[in-house]
């Protein structure tokens, strides 16, 4: 006899009023095998894929264990895909809604976030370091819309980047020795355009011994620092209570002796807090999305705006001058190949006080 997904539904039922431990589920597997008269093939099979659905992520779990894939989303039941090299292809499996709302719940149980009516979306991370985003109708249409997105398991190297053809040699020659000399860094780009990753090359590029603070919504960055704490934001609570925004970590790392300053990207009013960090003599670095090195610093000239009617276009633009050195530009070409395409140094203009961001030429990666 072969396994059949009743037989795996029993195994989760049976596991579900106890603690779902090893030796519990091998009892279950060996119950159910013995009653059915499965063979050792039969056995293997019923073992594995109830393993994968109490302790994994069930018939998905094969696309986690699988290195080559970047990305996991669901549409529908019936419409699953991945991302392989930046680009996206459709697996033909199918999943029950009670599947994917169990596989969240599953997701969720470490997180600390919540998915409900009253918080129909979700940002959380997964033990592995993974990022979930879930949309629960009424908000989605009519199906949940889940995402998942994987980050490698290790730490690349900016020379790991020139190996895959991200940048040029020189270019990961001249990124370095910014970071060692404790330059503040912006990185922008698209979404996929291989931000994080690089930001965590660059990270890896400063001394480990120096105590890093990290800040992001989600914990994605990776480094190797001996001294370092990560932090990462919380949604409210049912009563609207509790939560801590970006704008609170980034005002309470400061009180955290940090001797670089990594945010994980700035999107509204916590940028003010990260240039006023930045102008204080803290070294740091940051992801921002734009379609080029000029338009991020043209975005981050507005972003603090929104932090106040007190803050002036005129102090931000000289903020911004005094502290961003260099801006380097990632894009995701149609082929699916990342790669850093503009490398710039900003500085301000004496005469007239305006930004400019002057593109470096050193080679491009092909």
Known sequence: MTTTQGDVTSVARQLATQLSS???????????????????????????????????????????DDETVEEIWINRPNEIFVSRAGLSERIFLSLSHEDISSLVERMLRHSGRRLDRSSPFVDAALADGSRLHVIIPDIAREHWSVNIRKFPKQIWRLANLVERNVMTFQQARFLAGQVRAKRNVLVSGATQA????????????????KRLVTVEETFEIRAL???????????????????????????????MRPELLVIGEVREAESLDMLIAMNSGLPGLCTIHANSATEAIQKLCTLPLLAGSNISAEFVKATVADCIDIVVHCEMLENGQRRVSQIAAVERVASSGEIRVNLIEMGKSD
């Not at 063979?39 to 109830?50: D, K, P, S, T, V």
């Not at 931000?195 to 001394?207: D, H, R």
């Not at 049912?238 to 009180?255: A, F, I, Q, W």
């Open 194 to 209: 291989g931000k994080t990753t690089l930001l965590c090359a660059l990270v890896a590029e400063s001394n480990p011994a």
């Open 22 to 64: 090893s030796e519990a589920l091998d009892r279950a597997v060996d119950e159910i095998s013995q009653r059915n008269g499965l063979n050792l093939f039969g056995h293997q099979e019923l073992a594995g894929q109830a393993r994968r659905k109490v302790f994994g992520f069930g018939i998905l779990q094969p696309y986690f």
């Open 225 to 255: 620092n001996f001294d370092w704490v990560a932090l990462q934001t919380r949604q409210a609570n049912l009563e609207g209570r509790g939560e801590v925004t970006l704008r609170r970590l980034v005002k309470e790392s400061l009180r």
